[in-house]
């Protein structure tokens, strides 16, 4: 049985990703709703890698993705670099071209 903590982490979550969802990933064949951010140039015309795009998203959807591992947001290929959870039922992932 989930704690009253659980329960309350799994709502606001939920809520997160009601409200704040602009792309949905397609994780083997799955589709994720995550929060994409993408930046619109490359710093330096790509001599600094500073920025990269990144999305973050349920760990029930991404908690598995790991580096090297493939995903598709927007019809966009994308190679995961780094994979960060956060403890709280969230996966945030640093992405690279596929």
């Given amino acids: 049985m ?6 309350l982490e799994a709502r606001v979550n939920s809520a997160v990703l009601d409200r704040l969802c602009n792309a949905v990933a397609v994780v083997g064949g799955v589709d994720v ?4 951010e993408k930046p619109y ?3 330096f015309g790509g001599e600094a890698d500073a920025t990269a795009p990144e999305c973050t998203g ?3 959807g991404l908690g ?3 580096r090297g591992d ?3 947001i927007d019809g966009v290929a994308y190679e995961v670099i780094t ?3 956060d403890g709280a039922g969230f996966v945030r992932l640093v992405l690279g071209s596929a």
């Fill in 33 to 36: 709703p995550v929060i994409f």
């Fill in 2 to 7: 989930p704690t009253p903590f659980a329960d």
């Fill in 41 to 43: 140039a490359a710093p």
């Fill in 64 to 66: 598995a993705l790991e």
């Fill in 83 to 85: 994979a960060e959870p």
């Fill in 70 to 72: 493939s995903l598709t």
């Fill in 58 to 60: 349920p760990s029930t």
